[in-house]
């Protein structure tokens, strides 16, 4: 069902980014499954499922047949969720209970003795891992088809104008820094770097450039309390901490919210006044591919990243935070 409905999520975005027509039609020789589309506000805009809807979980079972909601195609073409109901597994379940009942009595008390030992040594890690993995793809495609739209719509045109240009250019700037998040978390930052003494100051001034524009987009409001300090570590290393604790502020914020960073007596604060996170998942949010919200998009690498280069410069983070009022990261020098 998943595979089945990922397809035509990826033909309504490719047809939505290609200016072509998106044709329906055909989805109706689909036997085994019956599909329907919908709009933000959930409502049908067509197809052949005439079932009531329930909204509030991704999968459920229903009269013998499983309904999966699908949130993946982001608005293209005016759709936001696509409706995929199975018509074959009530089916198919009668026929294998059939066959399972014998060959279950056969080898029960064996299966039941490995198995056992089995799932607790192998299948929960193994399917934490899959998860993982599943999810960490999932969310680079949501967070790569962002800039990448955006690069394709404002190169639409021949002659581009300035507002075009910055949107392009701030959209490379997106997809470079999360090509170096990917290399940085997985080659381990083995490459030999250079390390030289910088002043915090100025390197925070030169990142705040790329984020100003992002930030405005939200209305939001970048407070600036930052002093000159000296420090010795690499260049590349100070920019990953810096982009991806603001970033976050950003991502993370509400509308026309604040952001305050603070530079003084060798701590840096970034502070923000968006979303928090719960109590009980702060202790994980440093883990890989761990992400404490769904509200926003994301790899959950970026604090793994910032608390690997904290530890291998010995800089001590301190994370507040509050729900609906905000959070706040302290880097002590």
Known sequence: ???????ISSRIIFAHMTNREFDPSNLSKLDSYEIAFYDDNKK?????????????????????????????????????????KENLFSKKISELQIQTLMFFLFIYSLISIIGFYLARL????????????????????????????????????????????????????????????????????????????????????????YFEPLASKK??????DIEDFNYKINRDDFIRI?????????????????????LKNKNLTIKDTG????????????KRYYRAT???????????????ICKKYNINIEVNSQISKGTSFILSF
């Not at 680079?140 to 639409?156: G, V």
């Open 44 to 84: 049908k805009i067509f197809g052949n499922l005439e079932d009531k809807i329930d909204f509030s979980k991704e999968l459920r079972l229903k009269d013998e047949h499983y309904i999966l909601i699908d949130d993946s195609v982001l608005g293209h073409l005016g759709v936001y969720f696509i409706v995929i």
């Open 219 to 224: 209305r939001i409001k970048i407070d600036l």
């Open 294 to 308: 769904s509200e926003q998009g994301g790899f959950g690498i970026g604090l793994n990243i910032v608390n690997h």
């Open 122 to 209: 192998f299948i929960k890690p193994i399917k934490e891992e899959r998860e993982k993995l599943n999810n960490f793809i999932r969310d680079t495609t949501h967070e790569l088809n962002t800039p990448i739209s955006a690069i394709l719509m404002s190169t639409e045109n021949k002659e581009l104008s300035a507002k075009q240009v910055e949107r392009v250019r701030l959209s490379a700037k997106r997809i470079s820094e999360m090509y170096k998040d990917l290399i940085y978390i997985f080659l381990e930052d083995k490459e030999k770097k250079e390390i030289n003494i910088y002043n915090l100051k100025t390197l925070i001034h030169e990142q705040l450039e």
């Open 275 to 286: 979303i928090g996170i719960p109590e009980e998942k702060i202790k994980d949010i440093y």
């Open 242 to 262: 810096v982009n991806n604790l603001i970033s976050n502020a950003i991502k993370y914020n509400k509308m026309g919210g604040e952001i305050s960073i603070v």
């Open 1 to 7: 069902m998943q595979n089945t409905v990922s397809k």
